[in-house]
Structures are given as C-alpha cells and as structure tokens.
C-alpha cells in the first residue's frame, strides 16, 4: 500500500531571529517568526508525512500553546513523526520539497538541509530532495514579509530492511 502526503507552511520574517531552514542556521539579517524554530521546511515535511497517515497536522502533535515547544529544534519533531511513521507500519519512500524565498540564495545551503532531514529520518541518500525559488518579487515571499515551503512524501507499507 502506497499513501501520498503534502505538507505546507508559512512563517513571517522578523528581526531578532536565526533563519533555520531545514535544520541549518543560515546567514541573514532576518529569522523566522514562531513558537519553535520556525523552520517552514521541516514543519512541512512534518505535515506531509501526518497527513498521509491520516494523523492531522503538526499543531495537534506539537501545539503552540505547550511551553515544551518553545524554541524547539525542528528536527527533534520530525524525528518524532518518522517514529510515528514507523509505529504505523509505514516507510518513507521519498520526501520532495520546495523552499519560496525571495531571499537570501539558499543553493549553499541545500545539501546541508537534505543531510540534516535524511539523518533524523534515518533515509538513503536520494530519497531526499529540497529545492529553492522565488517568486519574481511578487507576493508576500516576493516582497520578504516571510517565507513558505511546500513539500509532498510517499511511504510505503512495511519494515525498513537494515
């Protein structure tokens, strides 16, 4: 049995925080507004991987309210979801995601956000793919009031062989 995920999520840009995009902290004069790190990549590759178990989303599991979240390392909730994927009886087949981002480039950056997802998610190399655009100036990404990601999963029924 094959089920289809997809993830998004949105955070404004502020002064005074670190930008953390897929686990790494990236040099910019702006971060991400939110209760955790705000990191929009992971947070929707969590949703995605929720959302094809059929488990909600990533505020029913992680909710803003809860003081334990409070400027959470993301990559400690995804680790969270891949064990739910696997109580589940699921594998991650693939993770494809888009980062919407007028700035900074994140090309430099890209190859260190799929090692930090396919390590947490205990993945081979090429199950794991982040990509980066812009929209041209338009929009609220275009403008830089924030930054958005997008991201589809498959997972597979069964046990991941060692």
């Known amino acids: 049995m094959i089920r289809i995920g997809i993830g998004y999520d949105v955070h404004r840009l502020v ?3 670190s930008l953390i995009l897929g686990g790494v902290k990236i040099d910019h004069s702006l971060g991400l507004k939110g209760h955790s ?3 929009v990549l992971v947070h ?3 949703d995605a991987l929720l959302g094809a178990l059929a488990l ?3 505020g029913k599991h992680f909710p803003d309210a809860d003081a334990a979240y409070k400027d959470c390392d993301s990559l400690l909730l995804l680790k969270k979801v891949g064990q739910l994927v696997a109580e589940n009886g ?3 087949n693939n993770i494809d995601s888009t980062i919407i981002a007028q700035a900074p480039k ?3 950056y ?3 956000m799929v090692e930090n997802i396919r390590i947490t998610l205990d993945l081979s190399r090429g199950c794991v793919s982040v990509k980066a655009t812009t929209e041209e100036g338009l929009g609220f990404t275009g403008s830089e009031q924030g930054i958005a990601a997008n991201a589809a999963v498959s ?4 046990e991941k062989s060692r």
């Open 90 to 92: 699921y594998i991650i």
């Open 44 to 46: 929707a590759i969590m």
């Open 155 to 158: 997972l597979l029924k069964g």
């Open 106 to 108: 994140l090309a430099p």
């Open 37 to 39: 790190d705000a990191d």
């Open 15 to 17: 002064k005074n925080r």
């Open 110 to 112: 890209i190859e260190m």
């Open 56 to 58: 909600g989303d990533i």
